[in-house]
């Protein structure tokens, strides 16, 4: 069984487009700034009231939405399996008969137009005056 890494756990970066730094969120522009004493205040309370939030979130919900995603890409892989993949290669192998069957009728139908086609206009002789 696979070991799950603790350090990098996005190894993807599936959610890279998710801020949630301080930096990220709050930002204070030349001639609007509060207290020193304030701001710092705000970074620690932003940080610990975001950290207890995430991780009693995920105490309380993470194992069973983890559950229900496990559940739901076995459901996806399954289908695919034993569903999909069979039913398209089912379609190529019948698209298969039905294309022999269409170029046969359009050698038969349009085959013999063109060639007289051609050959009439074979003869055809530009020259430069």
Excluded at 6 to 16: S, T
Aim: hydrophobic residues 40%; proline residues 3%; neutral net charge.
């Amino acid at each position: 069984m696979a070991q799950v890494d603790l350090v990098n756990r996005d190894p993807n970066n599936l959610n890279g487009h998710v801020k949630a730094e301080f930096e990220d969120v709050l930002g204070e522009p030349e001639g609007a700034r509060s207290m020193d004493c304030v701001w710092k205040l705000s970074f620690r309370c932003f940080n610990i009231w975001r950290d207890c939030c995430y991780k009693l979130a995920t105490l309380f919900c993470g194992i069973c939405i983890a559950m229900s995603w496990g559940c739901q890409f076995a459901g996806i892989a399954f289908n695919h399996v034993w569903c999909i993949t069979p039913s398209l290669t089912k379609c190529q192998i019948d698209c298969i008969v039905f294309r022999k069957c269409y170029f046969m009728c359009i050698d038969c139908c349009v085959g013999p137009v063109c060639e007289a086609c051609g050959l009439m206009l074979s003869r055809i002789k530009i020259t430069k005056a």
